[in-house]
């Protein structure tokens, strides 16, 4: 089963590497509330910093609304500011404010200036002149609570929980150029719809995935793609289109699945965790959601730190699977040299339900950036190939929510009685691999 074994780990993977920080080589380094985040883009401008709009969002927990082309509202803690591009005149309530630097806005982003927006919404900003950063400290709570402690909590909460169902939707935007020229042009575009549900104990998950591809042909006239995957604690099963229930060996041991889940009911242990990989968090306002009243975190990462534990945790998920040849040790090492070199954006946002404390609801943001040079994953007498470019440059968008709900109601396991073995020289599942 080796072919789609090392297809669900490289989908593993993907998902893995999602959650790692930013290397881009244009930026600076900020440190927030003692730790370190680098912010991609970010430049000086006479003494003045200048951060995209969509990061400071992040980091000061604010919302943004554009009046018109070139005026935006920026709401935080009880207050707006708004920002005209091009005028150093910012609106506070009835107040008219000089600012140092008038907001510039680009093909792809809108730079604002830090230090004025980070103390109006209530940081107190330093300059280290040795390490050229600028140092924002702020405490948030919401009834008592830090942004971590309430995370920890609400940790808690869902490890109590023994069953829930999700749903979800996820656009993702591909590009992709070989040796300068472009390989999709338009760009690909898919839409993933989601929806499934998971039983902790004993372990069980079912996620239905209906995928809507566009922009290319003949993709573009292709139907909806439809996959099902069931895992217990010891079989995964997979439905492809056109196929009937598949079961094989889970692609890792589920000790690791059960190990993992107690150490995140430990909020000693989750703490840590959090530290470790170089989180950092900030409250946006609370909101009400058809009729619920919501607290509101936001999630950004310290790229080096997280790239450390992304790099562990690999090696580790990696580590509990044991090649079945050669072939498949040496696919590992191609997995690891491809997401070594990854450039990444990720943010996310948690909406945690006040009456339970469950995380009901998720935003994520992710753009990935892989450089590869296929020719090395070659053999000699492929590399030799004028047919192979010798540079492939993938960016892929990803912006998504993710809901939980029907919390502890009965788990519905789908029917895979008549499910086969997979079989990987099966002839039939050439389309499959």
């Not at 007498?381 to 470019?389: L, T, V």
Request: with cysteine; net charge negative.
């Amino acid at each position: 089963m080796r072919k789609l074994r090392l297809g669900l780990v490289l989908a593993l993977v993907i998902s893995l590497v999602c959650c790692l920080p930013a290397l881009a080589d244009e930026g600076m380094n900020l440190k927030i509330n003692e730790r370190d985040i680098f912010v991609p883009n970010a430049y000086v401008d006479n003494g003045t910093t200048m951060i995209p709009l969509d990061i400071l969002s992040k980091i000061a927990g604010t919302s943004d609304q554009w009046i018109d082309d070139n005026k935006v509202a920026i709401t935080g803690n009880n207050k707006t500011i708004t920002l005209t591009i091009g005028s150093t005149q910012a609106v506070s309530g009835d107040e008219t404010l000089t600012i140092t630097q008038a907001p510039v806005k680009t093909d792809t982003d809108v730079f604002v200036p830090l230090r004025f927006l980070a103390s109006e919404f209530g940081f107190t900003v330093n300059w280290d002149q040795e390490n050229q950063k600028a140092l924002l400290d702020r405490v948030q709570t919401r009834d008592g609570m830090t942004a971590m402690e309430l995370l920890i909590k609400s940790n808690q909460a869902s490890q109590a929980v023994n069953t829930f169902a999700m749903d979800g939707t996820m656009q993702i935007s591909l590009k992709a150029v070989a040796d300068g020229e472009s390989m999709l042009d338009p760009s690909m575009n898919m839409t993933t719809y989601l929806e499934g549900s998971v039983q902790n104990e004993p372990l069980q998950a079912y996620i239905k995935q209906k995928v809507a591809i566009s922009g290319q042909q003949p993709i573009e006239d292709m139907e909806d793609m439809v996959v099902e995957t069931y895992m217990t604690e010891d079989k995964m099963y997979m439905k492809a289109p056109g196929q009937g229930w598949m079961a094989m060996d889970l692609p890792f041991p589920s000790d690791y699945i059960k190990e993992q889940q107690e150490l995140q009911s430990n909020p000693l242990i989750a703490a840590e965790q959090m530290q470790e990989m170089g989180l950092v968090f900030s409250f946006g306002d609370d909101v009400s959601i058809d009729g619920k009243d919501y607290y509101v975190v936001n999630t950004i990462i310290d790229q080096e730190k997280f790239q450390d534990v992304y790099q562990q945790t690999l090696t580790e998920v990696l580590g509990t699977m044991e090649p079945e040849s050669v072939e498949d040790a040496a696919v590992f090492e191609q997995m690891n040299k491809i997401f070594d070199g990854a450039d990444i954006n990720y943010f996310y946002t948690v909406y945690i339900d006040k009456t339970n404390l469950i995380s009901s609801i998720v935003d994520f943001d992710c753009q990935l950036n892989l450089n590869i040079n296929p020719k090395e994953f070659a053999t000699d007498e492929e590399a030799a190939s004028e047919d192979i470019p010798e540079k492939v440059a993938i960016n892929m968008l990803m912006k998504g929510t993710f809901n939980i709900k029907d919390l502890d109601q009965p788990f519905v396991a789908p029917d895979v009685s008549e499910a086969t073995e997979f079989n990987p020289y099966d002839p039939a599942m050439e389309s499959v691999e």
